[in-house]
């Protein structure tokens, strides 16, 4: 039982294809948000602040195919944007924070460019290594000795961001941003993913040589891929530092960039609803794994160290057994439910 | 004589780079795969020594050898439960599962020997050598471990260039499939293969953790892998004497950029050499000109 067959849902034209979803889902969410407690508000703001980044991934990886392990430092960059910004100039308009999250989301996009205009010549592992460079590389610069008085060195730079509007919620406000950040990009990519662009992303993915001589410019094509999912993880970094209130460089290390590529991993690369599934999990996934320590009354190094083991075994796992993640299974399940509720038409 | 001494401390410090990457270059030479979880595989491999010499009080060349023979069945199981599965297919699977199983790796040792600072000493002395009244950067210590990593490379030299054996591994690399009509094991080859490459790894492993205070921790050992992978690439990936010569060149360019530019950004330093040395060369600069399949 569908609402709308598939077909005469193609017909619709693409912005209100992806728009209503976006739009309902996103006032469903803040209605959500309302009924929440601050301590789960915050966990909302967080997973929709992921969403942001593993979305942009997924289309790069998923989509056109290069894999990059650097996403974090590109939060990073978000993410002192906005802090730096916020620092020089002191603003009590929510307006402005978001023209700073938008300078964020440009500053990325450009540092993006920048590593896109190698990456584009590299593939494989040597891809995965600059990116791998460039994650472990980029954070450490706040620790630069000429640098450590304008970027803060080891204790970072505080983001003071401004009050909610009128008597607002802090945390509502928090989830409120994150959620409209995140509506926002998953549109966006939505668009992006089956217009024009994103079937160059795909053809260049599925084979290079053919998608040049159909005429694409091959290297510009990734370069693209490489801007988007910069700009996203940008976006995503701005908010990180609004709902950590400091950015420092530890917190932007190896294991945020394997995170956000565990997130598309698990929700299945290359798919945004896959993104929302990874998002939500490496969100919870620490809290899970303290309440499960307690429950069992696990040796504290032990419940450090659970959530980065999952992700691990989920990685593997993902690989080798579920290549498709979260989305296959959920559309599995959805295929089935639906063959059997289908009433089968005898020989007609 | 700064500057000489610091070219010195560069080769001796770029010696355990090139052993991490000579780690790498085996296994890219035998599977097409970069194995991320080298630096979690030499990582635990070292803990392992570290548990036997340091808490259990054992001789320091027992933990040596346990942690390079522990080191040859990790690669070898890996290989043989987690790379052969993915071996075939798109190149993107192999990078996640090895980053899967450096995540794991980092996650065991945090469980099982905690996230703090432990300290590892080596067998022989740090205290630099002096000649005349001049300090010279180079130590008892560092000159075993220029030994040590020498040693390997002509091990593996007369392994896969004089023996039947390394004849072999070396066919199953180069073309498996008539590696295998000719009655080559290519299978046990490969993981062989991996079992070496991890060796190489491990030691390399108890090696570096020798050399500063405080360095065991389960994160500890990331700069090594980037810094061998930096290595490697820079010696093409393919080439053993490439890896040795890509780790010397990390090693003397970081410590001459730590000592004239600042030393709190050696992982910056590695980014702008890596992405240097791709931009001009995009296969690392002692490689032959790769032929891209039409």
């Not at chain 2, 008892?140 to 054996?165: C, E, K, M, N, W």
């Not at chain 2, 953790?209 to 290595?231: K, R």
């Not at chain 2, 004239?260 to 995009?282: E, G, H, K, Q």
């Amino acid at each position: 039982m569908r609402l709308v067959d598939r077909a005469s849902w193609q017909r619709v034209p693409m912005v209100l294809r992806h728009g209503v979803p976006a739009v309902a889902g996103l006032g469903i969410m803040l209605l959500v948000s309302q009924g929440l407690s601050e301590y789960r508000n915050t966990q909302l703001a967080t997973i929709a602040m992921y969403v942001c980044a593993v979305a942009g991934l997924t289309i790069l990886t998923g989509l056109s195919g290069q894999i990059s392990l650097g996403n974090g430092a590109f939060m990073f960059v978000g993410a002192y944007t906005v802090a730096l910004l916020l620092e020089h100039h002191v603003t009590t308009s929510n307006g402005v924070l978001a023209l700073f999250l938008v300078v964020a989301v440009l500053v990325a996009a450009f540092a993006g460019a920048l590593v896109g205009v190698a990456a584009a010549r590299l593939r494989g592992p040597y891809l995965a290594g600059i990116t791998l460079a460039l994650a472990v590389g980029l954070p450490v610069l706040p620790k630069y000795s000429h640098l450590q008085s304008s970027l803060g060195g080891h204790a970072g730079i505080s983001v003071n961001a401004p009050a909610p509007p009128g008597d607002m919620n802090y945390f509502r406000w928090q989830a409120w941003l994150c959620l409209i950040a995140a509506a926002i990009t998953l549109f966006l990519l939505a668009n992006l993913s089956s217009s024009r662009v994103g079937r160059a992303f795909r053809a260049v993915r599925d084979d290079e040589i053919a998608a040049s001589l159909a005429g694409l410019p091959v290297a510009r094509v990734q370069v693209l891929a490489f801007v988007v999912s910069a700009a996203c993880a940008g976006l995503a970094g701005g908010l990180f530092g609004i709902l950590s209130l400091t950015v420092l460089p530890d917190l932007f290390s190896l294991t945020l960039s394997l995170a956000l590529l565990a997130a598309a991993v698990f929700g299945g690369l290359g798919t945004l609803s896959g993104a929302v599934y990874g998002s939500v999990i490496i969100t919870l996934l620490p809290f899970w794994s303290s309440d499960l320590a307690r429950a069992l009354s696990l040796p504290d190094k032990v419940q450090h160290n659970l959530p980065q083991a999952v992700y691990g075994v989920g990685l593997i796992l993902g690989m080798l057994l579920f290549p498709l993640g979260i989305h296959g299974l959920v559309r599995r399940v959805g295929q089935l439910g639906r063959n059997t509720l289908r009433t089968k038409p005898a020989n007609n | 004589m700064t500057f000489l001494n610091l070219v010195i401390y560069g080769i001796a410090n770029g010696t355990l780079y090139a052993a991490v990457a000579l780690a790498l270059v085996l296994i890219w030479r035998s599977t097409r795969i970069v194995n991320f979880a080298q630096g979690g595989m030499l990582m635990i491999t070292t803990f392992i020594a570290w548990d036997l010499v340091v808490k259990h009080g054992a001789n320091y060349w027992v933990g040596l050898v346990v942690a390079v023979l522990a080191g040859f069945v990790l690669g070898a199981v890996t290989e043989r439960l987690l790379v052969r599965p993915v071996e075939n297919g798109p190149p993107l699977n192999p990078v996640i599962v090895t980053l899967g199983l450096l995540l794991l790796l980092q996650a065991v040792a945090g469980m099982i020997w905690g996230n703090g600072l432990d300290s590892f000493a080596p067998q022989f002395s740090l205290h630099y050598y002096n000649v005349g009244d001049q300090v010279i950067l180079f130590s008892p210590d560092y000159l075993f471990i220029v030994i040590a990593v020498l040693v390997v490379l002509g091990a593996l030299y007369l392994l896969f260039q004089r023996s039947p054996l390394g004849l072999r591994m070396r066919a199953s690399a180069f073309n498996p499939e008539v590696a295998r009509l000719l009655g080559v094991r290519v299978g046990r080859m490969l993981t062989l293969g991996w079992g070496l490459a991890a060796m190489v790894g491990a030691l390399a492993g108890v090696l570096i953790a020798g050399t500063q205070p405080d360095y065991m921790n389960p994160n500890a050992f990331d700069p090594l892998l980037i810094f061998g992978f930096t290595a490697a690439i820079i010696g093409g990936l393919d080439s053993p004497v490439g890896a040795v010569a890509g780790g010397v060149t990390v090693g003397v360019v970081q410590q001459l950029l730590d000592n004239y530019v600042s030393n709190d950004i050696d992982a910056f330093y590695v980014f702008m050499i890596l992405l240097i040395v791709l931009m001009v060369r995009p296969n690392g600069l002692f490689s032959r000109t790769a032929v891209r399949r039409v």
